[in-house]
C-alpha cells in the first residue's frame, strides 16, 4: 500500500484537461515543497515531468503543470494527446527515516 | 550528455545470487546520489534505497533493508544491486536513477533491468 493516494485511473478524451490528484499528509505534501511528477509508458523508464510542486524541467510540454492545496498535490494536463496516454506516478520528501522518499500508487491515464 | 545505461536481462533460479549494474557517463559520478527502484509486473514503482557514489553512504527503505545490497564502484562509475538469495517474488524490472543534486527529484534514469526468477 503506497502512502500516497491517487486514483488507479483517470480518462478524458482528446484535446480536454485533466487533473491527477496526489494526496499524502502534513508529514509529506502538505509539510514540504518537494512534491514531484513521473511520466512511465508500459515497459520505459519514468520521465520526470514536475519537480517542487511546480517546475517543469527544460523540454517538458507546458501542457503540465503541477499545484499543491494542504496535503494534496495534483498534476494538471490541458490539451490531451494521444501520447499522454501513460502511467503517472508522484513522490513526495518525506523525512520520517532515513530514506526520505515515498511514491504514491500511480494512475494510469486513457485519452479517449 | 548524461546517460545511465542498465545491465541486461536476468532469469535465475531461486536461492541463486545475482548483481546487476547500472553505469553513468556525462557527469561526476561521486557528485550525485543513484537510486534504485523496483517495478513488479503490472505495478507500481517502489523505492528501494539510494547510494551516494562520493563516500558509500547507502540508505534502504524498511521493505528492502536487508534483502538487497546497493554498492558504487567510483572507479567504473558504476552502481550496483545485488542479492545474495533471489526469491519469486523478486520477478521485476529495476531501475536506477541519478538524483538531481541535492534537490528532492531525480532527473536522470536507466532503462531499466528485467530480472525473472523461476524454477
Excluded at chain 1, 511528477?37 to 523508464?45: E, I, N, S, T, V
Excluded at chain 2, 548524461?2 to 545475482?18: D, H, R, Y
Amino acid at each position: 500500500q503506497s502512502v500516497l493516494t491517487q486514483p488507479a485511473s483517470v480518462s478524458e478524451s482528446l484535446g480536454q484537461s485533466i487533473t491527477i490528484s496526489c494526496t499524502g499528509t502534513s508529514s509529506d505534501v502538505g509539510g514540504y515543497d518537494y512534491v514531484s511528477w513521473y511520466q512511465q509508458y508500459p515497459g520505459k523508464a519514468p520521465k520526470l515531468i514536475i519537480y517542487d510542486v511546480i517546475h517543469r524541467p527544460s523540454g517538458v510540454s507546458t501542457r503540465f503543470s503541477g499545484s499543491k492545496s494542504g496535503n494534496t498535490a495534483s498534476l494538471t494536463i490541458s490539451g490531451l494527446q494521444a501520447e499522454d496516454e501513460a502511467n503517472y506516478y508522484c513522490t513526495s520528501y518525506r523525512p520520517t527515516n532515513s530514506f526520505v522518499w515515498v511514491f504514491g500508487g500511480g494512475t494510469k491515464l486513457t485519452v479517449l | 550528455e548524461v546517460q545511465l545505461v542498465q545491465s541486461g536481462a536476468e532469469v535465475k533460479k531461486p536461492g541463486e545470487s545475482l548483481k546487476i549494474s547500472c553505469q553513468v557517463s556525462g557527469y561526476i559520478f561521486t557528485n550525485n546520489w543513484i537510486v534504485w527502484v523496483r517495478q513488479m509486473p503490472g505495478k507500481g514503482l517502489e523505492w528501494m534505497g539510494i547510494i551516494h557514489p562520493g563516500d558509500s553512504d547507502t540508505r534502504y527503505t524498511p521493505s528492502f533493508q536487508g534483502h538487497v545490497s546497493i554498492s558504487a564502484d567510483k572507479s567504473s562509475n558504476t552502481a550496483y544491486l545485488q542479492w545474495r538469495s533471489l526469491e519469486a517474488s523478486d520477478t521485476a524490472i529495476y531501475y536506477c536513477g541519478r538524483r538531481d543534486g541535492y534537490n528532492f527529484h531525480f532527473d536522470y534514469w536507466g532503462q531499466g533491468t528485467p530480472v525473472t526468477v523461476s524454477s
